[in-house]
């Protein structure tokens, strides 16, 4: 069943610079700044057009991102039969889903709140982002206005198909970790082949077309998150692999260095969210661990949120994505 939610406008102006400066100081630093500027005007738009908006309507997940109030993003997994997401138009976005105290995203949404939204099938290895501004949310629904809304290609992406569990069971209780995580979180991130990360472009985002919250995706073999015991605390280590080189991310990261992780249990449902102080490595000794990396992502633990079973479905087992054999099959 379809949530109605109300349309509200928020007005967001589309500047003709698509990118905002974090992401163009990367851009520069690798010698791309001007064909990205062309290419942002090509394929960042202020809608969804019309092949997203199909993806989205028939997905039984989706990713969400926000911020809390002292500007630590986070991300969450959102889940239902397909049909929970819906776009009216290719402007907005509702979105069959309740307020939850126990959700660090769902906890931080009122009307204005800047999200970034990921669409991604990983089976098809589909993908799109549309960052935005919720209208309205409460009892029926959340809505969300688009403010810039592109796709992604489909490298790194796990194939697994998602099915309904055996025995549907209720959420186990919501456990709270600290900055040293436990055996069990620490247990999941080593063996995880996908993660992902909310970030943003500033602590209050505002309203252009350049400026809010991602949500993204990084995948790669199981032990692709590196996990060291530091005298500052955990910290995970993952490579940046050869992207569209946008850096939504990255350049949300120079500019903000916050991240918002999230792990999900694909056997048990589960969601582990991770908040974490943010820092880039471009050397070559940090990059030297994973074959193919560009950067290497380095992420000091602040606390985390362990969530059990709070999903419906459970996925098939993953089919790894044929650039991480051509990468480990490259000659040194």
């Known amino acids: 069943m379809t949530a109605t939610v109300p349309t509200a406008s928020i007005t967001a102006p589309v500047p003709p610079e698509a990118f905002h ?15 990205m500027a062309a290419v942002g005007a090509m394929v960042l738009r202020d809608h969804m057009p019309d092949q997203h908006r199909e993806l989205f309507e028939k997905l039984p997940t989706l990713l969400l991102g926000a911020l809390d109030e ?16 819906h776009t ?59 403010v810039q809304s592109f796709g992604n290609c489909p490298k790194y992406i796990q194939a697994r198909e998602p099915g309904l569990r055996a ?26 082949d996908t993660l992902f990360i909310a970030s943003a472009s500033a602590p209050q985002p ?10 993204s995706h990084r995948g790669g073999e199981p032990g692709f998150v590196h996990v060291a015991h530091t005298a500052g605390g955990v910290v995970l280590s993952l490579p940046d692999y050869p992207g569209n080189q946008f850096f939504n991310t990255l350049g949300n ?34 990059r030297a ?20 079973q709070v999903l419906p479905w459970r996925w098939t087992p993953p089919v790894s994505a044929p ?10």
């Open 253 to 286: 990261l120079t500019l903000h260095p916050l991240a918002g992780l999230l792990v999900v249990d694909y056997d048990e449902g589960g969601l582990l969210h991770i908040a974490a102080q943010a820092e880039v490595l471009w050397d070559d000794v940090a």
């Open 206 to 215: 505002g309203a252009g077309h350049s400026e809010g919250v991602d949500v």
């Open 70 to 85: 002292q500007g630590q993003p986070w991300a969450t997994m959102l889940a239902g039969p397909p049909g929970f997401v």
């Open 289 to 308: 661990p994973w074959p193919g990396a560009q950067r290497v992502l380095r992420l000091t633990v602040l606390r985390a949120l362990w969530r059990p």
């Open 88 to 146: 009216p138009d290719g402007q907005h976005m509702q979105i069959a889903t309740a307020p939850s105290p126990a959700d660090p995203v769902l906890t931080q949404l009122t009307p204005g709140a800047a999200v970034g939204v990921l669409g991604l099938e990983p089976h098809t290895r589909r993908r799109n982002r549309m960052n935005g501004r919720v209208t309205v949310f409460g009892g029926h629904g959340l809505g969300v206005q688009v």
């Open 21 to 35: 400066p974090g992401e163009q100081a990367l851009q520069a630093r690798v010698g791309v700044r001007e064909r």
């Open 167 to 192: 025995a549907l069971v209720a959420p186990g209780p919501v456990q709270w970790l600290g900055a040293e995580l436990d055996a069990a979180a620490l247990a999941r991130v080593q063996r995880a």
């Open 323 to 332: 650039q991480f054999k051509v990468m480990r099959e490259a000659p040194l």
